[in-house]
């Protein structure tokens, strides 16, 4: 994506699209009781510096402000460190970790429009972009093969165009229908 990036390639005709989704959860450590409430207690105290400045927008005198500050510092960590132990109490052992979660992908498959297959293609395989498999000789290009498809099954009606989403009638809203890439699974 760089390498056409660089090439001055028009990249909003591009589209990376992210295969194989699993969501991966790292455990970064145990959630004692102190941890929890020291948590609690570090929220506390922001929210409480916030409320307090809040405040002090409204006392004509320093200390008045410096005053408003500190009672929500104080006020804030006490009632945040509360609030972090009985919310670890309450959850009884059930969940003593503390992790991280993020949605990772198998694979990125980087698609073209037809209409600027050609010209990537060839930005790639000049700049050693590597990966970009060669068109078999005598084969038809991309572009040719996407208008042959679309010639041999025109949308009939608007909805059906590519690049609109289906309407879901059982739900009444919108939602891209794509067929299921693992063979295990049936298709709905």
Known sequence: MDALSDARFPVEHVTIVGCDLRLEERVTGRVTTLRATLAGLVGGVIVGIFIGLFLGLFTTSTYGVLA????????????????????????????DFDSRSALVAGRYDVLVAASHLEQARALLQRGGGGGVPPTPPGAPSAAESAGRAAAANPPRTPEEAPGRPAEDSALGARSAQAPSADPRRPES
């Open 68 to 95: 408003l500050v500190f009672w929500g510092l104080l006020w804030g960590a006490i009632i945040g460190a509360l609030f972090g132990f009985s919310g670890h109490a309450f959850l009884g052992g059930s969940r």
